[in-house]
């Protein structure tokens, strides 16, 4: 099984509608990270956490918000999708000791 | 904000060709990382750099921190075809948090065999 799960791996869904993207991790770790990625523009940062009482906004939060429900569970939601949040997301774990992140599989988000 | 550039975007090589991505930064870094993301998969960790001037090696890819910490670059010798897929470099800034990366926008590298 994968040190990082994300549900839905691929989703559809109208402008307006509300949708969750979920991820869990086997990992251990305490930190966690939600990053979007557009052609050519890399990975951008929405959210993250360093532990469930704890949220942070990333660069590009608007729109978005995240729900720490344990520290091996970490979703993100768009409150009112529209089409330019069309895009690939990738959730990401790490921990304090400057190590690499580990990142799940992605979900691959379609706004019609 | 901090910003991390990398270039090429793209590169294309024939197989058994060299190939280098080039992060470079205005600021001083803390620590670089570098990633690689094959054609519809997620990012994976290749390695870390923290010291002015390392040099690191793996196989056949050689990574660099810049003595200033202000760039690094990643050189693949004589690529194959598993070499193709998007790298990333990933920064963190000296005297900023530790919690979070600044990634590039990514070298997409294909190989013709």
């Known amino acids: 099984d994968a040190d990082v799960t994300q549900t839905p791996r691929n989703r559809i869904t109208k402008t307006g509608k509300r949708i969750m993207l979920e991820c869990s991790q086997t990992?251990?770790?305490?930190?966690m990270y939600w990053y979007r990625q557009d052609p050519g523009l890399g990975l951008r940062l929405i959210y993250y956490?360093?532990?469930?009482?704890?949220?942070n906004k990333g660069e590009i939060s608007d729109g978005y918000s995240v729900s720490r429900q344990a520290q091996a569970k970490f979703s993100l939601s768009l409150e009112s999708a529209i089409p330019n949040q069309t895009a690939l997301y990738f959730c990401?774990?790490?921990?304090?000791?400057?190590?690499?992140?580990?990142f799940g599989s992605g979900t691959r988000l379609t706004v019609v | 904000g901090q910003q991390v550039m990398q270039i090429p975007q793209y590169q294309h090589v024939q197989e058994g060709e060299d190939f280098t991505t080039y992060c470079n930064s205005s600021?001083?870094?803390?620590?670089i990382q570098w990633y690689k993301q094959r054609p519809g998969g997620h990012p994976v960790f290749l390695i870390q750099l923290v010291k002015s001037g390392e040099v690191k090696k793996q196989k056949r890819l050689t990574f660099q921190f810049g003595e200033a910490k202000k760039n690094s670059s990643l050189h693949i010798t004589a690529t194959q075809t598993t070499d193709v897929g998007t790298y990333f470099c990933a920064a963190k800034y000296s005297g900023g948090s530790n919690y979070k990366l600044t990634f590039g926008k990514g070298t997409l590298l294909t190989v013709n065999p």
């Open positions: 990992k251990g770790h305490d930190r």
């Open positions: 956490s360093f532990d469930v009482k704890d949220i």
């Open positions: 600021t001083t870094l803390s620590n």
């Open positions: 990401a774990t790490g921990t304090g000791k400057d190590y690499g992140y580990t």
